[in-house]
């Protein structure tokens, strides 16, 4: 099976379904039971002090995986929870035929905060490349798809209103946009920082997928992150290019895979990607030349 089976309308409409009632599910059961109920020892850390995992975190991706295995004959999966703790396992899988790809707390930070701005996705990706993908917003009821070459929408979960995600190309003013430059190597980081705080409306959310939201939905005209992963990357990618938005990696403007690495700018028209990127990373800019 290669990615030819999503050009089957009922194909996707299945798919659709079956990963709604899968996201629903999930929250019910796991994510929203636990937010605002988590207790100290609920919440650890993995790579850093500000990388924090919960217990919700662990038990929705157990819960995601055990669902997504053998639906539609794939039986690959990676998360992120599940990649740190075998990260030899989770690079074999990166460039399958087919392979799931989850991110079951999708801004743990404010989840585990009390915050409202944590989603959870899911996507299907074609040797590397994303395929389908899913948001979920809990909180705001809203979940968020899109397929390779058949655009991006949005459904209203309680009126079941679907409308297609289009990017207006339209600006004015100083450009309003999200993210950070976390990932990238000191000294460069800050000066990035400094640049973009200084030449644009930059503000930070901390959830990759709220974040592509707002920008499909035109709330929002940019958004810069300072390194990539596959689970919360591989939704703003496909979400924001089938909206009719510009997505590349900033540093050589090759589109994003599952293998790639560095900072990823996304935006909603050619124009303002190029601009963003030059405010951020001018040509002349040292960590364009850097080989780490």
């Known amino acids: 099976m290669t990615q030819n089976f999503i050009n089957d309308k009922k194909t996707r409409n299945e798919i659709v379904k079956y990963i709604n009632i899968l996201l629903k599910d999930v929250n019910e059961k796991v994510i929203l039971k636990y937010f605002n109920n988590l207790k100290s020892n609920d919440i650890s850390t993995k790579t850093s002090n500000d990388d924090f995992v919960s217990i919700a975190d662990k038990k929705s991706e157990e819960l995601i995986f055990n669902k997504l295995n053998g639906f539609l ?6 998360g992120e929870e599940s990649s740190y703790k075998d990260n030899k396992q989770y690079l074999s899988l990166l460039n399958k035929p087919l392979v799931w790809v989850v991110d079951p707390i999708d801004g743990t930070k404010n989840y585990i905060n009390g915050k409202d701005n944590f989603c959870t996705m899911i996507s299907l990706a074609c040797s590397s490349i994303p395929i389908a993908t899913f948001i979920y917003y809990p909180l705001k009821k809203i979940f968020v798809y899109g397929f ?5 929408f949005s459904m209203d979960i309680e009126t079941k209103k679907i409308t297609k995600l289009s990017i207006n190309s339209f600006s004015s003013g100083k450009i309003l946009g999200s993210g950070g430059t976390k990932g990238i190597p000191d000294p460069y980081r800050q000066s990035i920082l400094n640049n973009l705080r200084k030449n644009t409306r930059r503000f930070f959310i901390g959830s990759a997928g709220i974040e592509t939201i707002m920008l499909a939905k ?9 390194r990539v992963t596959p689970w919360d990357h591989s939704p703003l990618d496909l979400i924001i290019r089938e909206a ?5 990696m900033v540093k050589n403007k090759e589109e994003f895979n599952l293998n790639s690495k560095g900072p990823i700018l996304a935006a909603s028209n050619h124009d303002i990607w190029n601009h963003i990127k ?4 001018p040509k002349n800019h040292p960590y364009l030349s850097d080989a780490s």
């Not at 035109?218 to 300072?226: A, E, Y």
């Open 244 to 248: 009719g938005g510009v997505v590349y």
């Open 148 to 152: 390779k070459h058949f655009g991006a």
């Open 73 to 78: 004959n794939i039986k690959n999966c990676i």
């Open 278 to 281: 030059e405010i951020a990373i």
């Open 218 to 226: 035109n709330q929002t005209q940019f958004l810069f992150h300072g």
